[in-house]
């Protein structure tokens, strides 16, 4: 009975059945029309039982559905002129053995008084008006947990991000991420990103959709309640990426940069006033970048860093002074220990992956101390640590009026 999906939208008292148009009637159920002055008649048509022959040229008209009798049409029509009805579109009810009409009443005529004079006709079996159903939904609500992946965020569950969200984002608050290149165009990073600029002249392509750099500022700032992927710990900060490195070959998360391409980062993030920078990345002590690095602890900028794994030599600049080191889940190593295994964020090409070091780490610390600058922007660099650290060095949130106070100060 496909003809009964076909007409549904015309309804008739006491049963599901309804009417489709022919060519010149395309727009039977369009808002547009005055359905208030539409009415439905049938009557039964002996007839009803021949097919439609061929092709119909008719969209709202299947092939297999049946076509209306001489007799019907002349009938419909008759009842038209007798009432002076504008004739919108017929079809046959196969299953009822009725033919079904949908009028529309003339302007000078009450529809009321027109259904009651049909009403009185012995030959018609249903004279009723144009009903409007709904289906009985709603529009979805976003809730704090709309994006899908929210509960596979290890780092944002242990911080207890959520609770934050609804005091603070992070709004105002300027961070300079220094990295490889982030993918602007990720559905869950599309309009996070204040300003982006290529620092780094390799590789030849540069490439602005790099993992490394995505991945990070994925943790501190994908979009929440957008239905989609994950949230940041600071959704509203003002991000500026500043890619200064670029991967070791195509598409690896492996990167490198230099002291020319850092300090032109440094420099630029000094220049637009960064209030946060961070820097998941390490290598040997460096005169030039300590020089800009000094300049942005005097000027009160809050540098976040990423300790290196155990062993590894080069531990700058997380080993500078006043600079806020980080270490990921287990490690041993000095500074503020954060999430940073298997911590599920945001990578090129509209894709999620699960990411393991203190370079994801280092955004956890960045994000948090962005939503505590937010409440009270007027903290300084040891403020922060003070509301960063926990016992052991943890970072701890808790609740953004009930932060734990810290063990130490310094940056380890």
């Known amino acids: 009975m496909t003809w009964l999906y076909q007409c549904l939208w015309l309804g008739m008292i006491g049963m599901l059945v309804a ?34 022959q061929g092709n119909s040229q008719d969209a709202y008209r299947p092939a297999e559905l049946y076509r209306n009798s001489s007799w019907s049409s002349r009938k419909a029509q008759e009842l038209a002129e007798r009432h002076h009805l504008r004739l919108i579109t017929q079809w046959p009810v196969t299953e009822l053995g009725v033919s079904c009409v949908l009028y529309e ?9 027109v259904m009651q004079t049909l009403q009185q006709d012995p030959s018609l079996s249903v004279v009723q008006a ?4 709904d289906v009985l939904s709603q529009p979805p609500a ?14 944002f569950q242990a911080l207890d991000i959520a609770d934050w969200h609804p005091t603070t984002t992070g709004r105002g608050i300027r961070i300079a991420v220094i990295d490889t290149g982030v993918d602007v165009t990720h559905p869950d990073l599309q309009g996070q990103i204040k300003y982006s600029e290529n620092l780094a002249p ?37 991000i500026l990426a500043l890619r200064a490195c670029w991967p070791s070959k195509p598409d690896a998360l492996a990167a490198q940069c230099n002291s020319f391409t850092l300090a032109l980062a440094l420099n630029q993030a000094l220049r637009m006033d960064s209030r946060i920078i961070n820097l998941s990345l390490s290598g040997p002590d460096d005169p030039l970048l300590r020089q800009l690095l000094e300049k942005a602890l005097a000027k009160g900028v809050l540098i976040v860093a990423a300790v290196p794994d155990k062993g590894h030599a080069n531990g700058f600049p997380a080993n500078l002074p006043g600079v ?16 940073g295994k298997d911590i599920l964020t945001t990578v090129p090409h509209q894709a999620y992956d699960f990411m393991t070091g203190s370079s994801f780490a280092a955004p956890h610390v960045t994000g948090v101390a962005a939503l505590l600058l937010q409440l009270h922007p007027d903290w ?33």
């Open 19 to 52: 009417c489709a148009g022919n060519s010149e009637l395309t727009h039977v159920g369009d808002s547009a029309v005055n359905s208030e002055r539409r009415l439905l008649v049938t009557f039964a048509d002996q007839s009803i039982d021949r097919p439609i």
């Open 105 to 113: 009443v003339q302007d000078n005529l009450r529809l009321a008084q």
């Open 130 to 133: 144009l009903n409007r159903f």
């Open 142 to 155: 976003l809730s704090p947990n709309s994006d899908p992946y929210q509960h596979l965020q290890t780092g």
């Open 202 to 238: 390799e590789p030849a392509d540069h490439n602005l959709a790099d993992i490394h750099g995505t991945a990070v500022t994925g943790v501190l700032a994908a979009r929440p309640h957008n239905g989609i992927g994950i949230t940041g710990i600071a959704p509203d900060a003002d």
């Open 324 to 339: 806020v080191a980080v270490g990921a889940d287990n490690s041993n190593q000095p500074g503020i220990i954060a999430p």
């Open 380 to 412: 300084q660099t040891a403020d922060l640590l003070h509301s960063l650290r926990g016992t052991a060095n943890t970072l701890t949130t808790h609740r953004p009026n009930a932060v734990t106070a810290g063990v130490k100060q310094g940056g380890g």
